[in-house]
Each structure stands twice: as C-alpha cells, then as structure tokens.
C-alpha cells in the first residue's frame, strides 16, 4: 500500500522559517507532479506549489518568492522551505503526488494526513 506521510509543521513567529516534508512509502516504481497544499480554517484547500518529475517548479503567487519547493527522488520525498512566514500562512499543509507508479498498480492522486503550520503574530 503507497502512503504520503507529511513532517515538520509547528508554531513559529511571523518572519521566521520552517520546512516540511512528505516522503512517499511502499514499492514505488516512480512518481510524477509532486506538490504542496494547504487548508486555513474555515477555508478551501489551495494550491501552494509543484513541481514535476524533472525538477519544474510553480508557485502561486502567495508562495512566490518566500517558499521553496524541492523534491528527493531516491528517497520518495518532496520538501517545502518556508521563509518570511505570515500569520495567513496558518493553515494544514497537505502533500499530493500523481501519479505513483508500482509495479502492480498506478495510483492517482494520493493525499497526505496533512501537518499543522501556525505562525503567530
């Protein structure tokens, strides 16, 4: 069974930085769109960032120049730096891939548990 299990949300102050991570577990032959979302209370969830199989990313434009998406193929991962962090930034950051290809079957859209970022003022 493929699971996305996301890491490293916490409460951090307005300007300051956090990364989280999602690393992809099972017999995973490869992955394609890697990307990041996120949920604030009371809201839907959005788009934060992607990024491809060879490495090309996008950003909305809340993200545009404060976060970084990178991802770690050998270890089934995506990260996303956040830097200059802002109280509407508080939200469950969500991981997604698709598709994950094993050799048994092609998933489509996986979602992670998601993982709490607050950011106080």
């Known amino acids: 069974q493929v699971q996305l299990v996301e890491s490293g949300g916490g409460l951090v102050q307005a300007g300051e930085s956090l990364s989280v991570s999602c690393v992809a577990s099972?017999?995973?032959?490869?992955?394609?769109?890697m990307g990041w979302y996120r949920q604030a209370p009371g809201k839907q969830r959005e788009l934060v960032a992607t990024?491809?199989?060879?490495?090309?990313?996008e950003y909305t434009d809340a993200a545009k120049g404060r976060f970084t998406i990178s991802r770690e193929d050998a270890k089934k991962a995506v990260y996303l730096q956040m830097n200059s962090l802002k109280p509407e930034d508080t939200a469950v950051y969500y991981c997604?891939?698709?598709?994950?290809?094993?050799?048994?079957?092609?998933?489509?859209?996986?979602w992670g548990q998601g993982t709490l970022v607050t950011v106080s003022s």
């Open positions: 990024i491809t199989s060879s490495n090309s990313a």
């Open positions: 099972g017999n995973i032959f490869s992955i394609g769109v």
């Open positions: 997604y891939a698709d598709p994950v290809i094993t050799p048994r079957y092609r998933y489509r859209e996986l």
